[in-house]
């Protein structure tokens, strides 16, 4: 049996959890990170403009970076799911862009940088939304 303490944390933790994901949502809605969104006010702008660089080497410009996180939103919210598998996200956002398509270096550039900033995860080719 639940006591009325527990019950209350639970709620909170869950409010948490929306508020969470509801961030992340607007971020990508506005093309921002949850970073840029605490601190755009304070980063200079020659510092948002600086390149991001993956584990793999490859940089991603913030541009391209931002253009990535508003596709892979729109088939989060499409497939209405908390996970997808990488194959699935690299068709997509290189059907949805086919003049300017992401290579493989590129998509790892923009997963390591949004796992970074905490809005993925990635495990074994499978991308989870946090």
Known sequence: ???AVNVAQCKHLRRLDEISRHSWYQAAETNLSLD????????PQSEKLQMEISTTGVEITPERLK??????????????????????????????????????????????KMQDDNQVMVSDKVIFLI
Not at 36 to 43: L, Y
């Open 1 to 3: 049996m639940l006591s």
């Open 36 to 43: 840029d969104m605490r601190t755009r006010k304070s980063t």
């Open 67 to 112: 253009v990535f996180k508003a596709c892979l939103l729109k088939l989060f919210k499409q497939e209405h799911a908390q996970s997808l598998q990488l194959e699935q996200i690299q068709s997509y956002v290189n059907k949805e862009h086919a003049k300017e398509a992401f290579s493989s270096d590129e998509l790892t550039a923009a997963l390591d």
